[in-house]
């Protein structure tokens, strides 16, 4: 986790909640594939994938861009939480068993999941 404050970087989350998977698929990695394969095209060695020198960029130019490519796409903007908590709805109508649920989004009790709804 990069600071902004202080500018360090942290080899920890920013809570106790501990750092959570995200399961991706194949055109998702396709597409992160394309991005890093991009990077290096233009010289840029980060490790981050959102970055244009060593440090990645801020969570507000994240955000900036991620409202640009819905705004294109004419699709609802979302922040960050409510991606998770539609992603955990879709699961949910998807008939998926609500323990697996849990267990791939990290909550400690199935009672959490029916606050996404």
Do not use: W
């Not at 600071?3 to 995200?22: A, F, L, Q, S």
């Not at 490519?69 to 709805?89: G, Q, W």
């Not at 989004?105 to 999941?113: C, I, N, S």
């Amino acid at each position: 986790m990069y600071r902004y404050e202080t500018n360090e970087i942290v080899e920890h989350t920013k809570t106790e909640c501990g750092d959570r998977k995200v399961f991706l698929t194949t055109q998702a990695k396709k597409y992160i594939q394309l991005a890093r394969d991009y990077k290096t095209s233009l010289g840029i060695t980060s490790q981050y994938l959102f970055s244009l020198d060593a440090l990645p960029l801020s969570p507000r130019s994240v955000t900036s861009l991620y409202n640009k490519y819905c705004d294109k796409l004419d699709i609802i903007r979302k922040n960050s939480h409510k991606t998770r908590k539609t992603f955990i709805s879709a699961l949910i109508d998807g008939k998926m068993n609500l323990n697996t649920i849990r267990e791939l989004v990290e909550h400690t009790d199935e009672r959490t999941l029916y606050t996404c709804l």
